[in-house]
Every structure is written in structure tokens, then in C-alpha cells.
């Protein structure tokens, strides 16, 4: 399917905040889209129904949107459950490019998570530093513990970044 009409069909279902899939090229992501522009996507991202933090994508990655009996289903749970009062709660972000997302992370410190297509990796942390093409962030060890030397990855690396989830929520109170 085209950019375009996947732009319009992702502009739809953000309009009445449906419960849907969205393939993408190295996963499937259950959500609720919030904010979307030509190039890039936030979402609520769910598993099991509850909702699990926010992710930020760039519609160059979409490749699939479906609206199935199952989405159907599992919308009336998360509606019925209350949980889209989510919805109201995302933070107000500028997802116009890179550089305006993460210099928004930079501001507010929060622990985020930056997905490497390339490299098939992750990494957590905080955003340092931001330019005009790459990100900067001081990571932390598996067992909580701050990195001396900062990450730092090129833009067009960049996959996804996500926050607010269950991980980084818990995982961020325990940082030495």
C-alpha cells in the first residue's frame, strides 16, 4: 500500500481513536494512533489491553494497518475498561523530525528507548545532546547503573523510540 494512503487510513483511526494493528518492518504493534504527521506516528501502544507507554515511528516503517474483528473486540475492552483516558494524557510533542523529538526527551530527562533497525538493538537511556542528525544519550547498564561515555546514533538508524512504558516507569526508579 502507498505512503499515502496509509497516512490517510493511520489519520482516521487516530480521528476515532480505534484499536488497531500496524505491521511494521521488524514488528507488529497493537495500539491507538495519536498524533500523526507525513512523516512520523505517535501511538499508545497496548499488550494485553493495558496500555503500555507511548511510541514514536516514522511512517516510512509502516507497512500494513488493519482494522480486524479482533481490533474491533479488543477496542470495546480498552474503551469499556476506561483506559483511553490514555489518550488525553500523551505529552504534547512536536513530531516533525528527529531533532524536535529528542530535543523535547533532552528537556525532560525522561528514560526513553531508541529501537536500531540496523543493528537489531535497543538502547535506554537519556538524551544528552541532540544536532541536526544525531542523537546523544548517556545509557545505563542492565544492572542500573549509569555509563561513563555517551551512545550516539544517526538518525536515519533510528527505528522507534518509546516511553512511558511499563519498563521505563519501574526501571527508572532503581537508576544508581
Known sequence: MDKEKL?????????????????????????????????????LRFFDFMPDGYTIIPMSQVLEIKYSESCKFFENIVKNEGITSFLSGAPEIEIISWEKVFSFFKKTKEIVIAEIGKEDSINIGRVVKVTKENLFMQCFSPVGIWDEMEWAEPFINITSITFR???????SKYLQ
Not at 497493537?30 to 505517535?42: E, H, T
Not at 512504558?165 to 526501571?171: A, C, L, M, Q, V
Open 165 to 171: 512504558n511499563h519498563y521505563t516507569n519501574i526501571f
Open 7 to 43: 497516512y490517510s487510513i493511520l489519520v482516521q483511526h487516530a480521528i476515532e481513536e480505534n484499536y488497531i494493528e500496524v505491521r511494521m518492518e521488524r514488528e507488529i504493534l497493537n495500539c491507538i494512533p495519536i498524533i500523526i504527521n507525513n512523516d512520523m506516528a505517535m501511538i
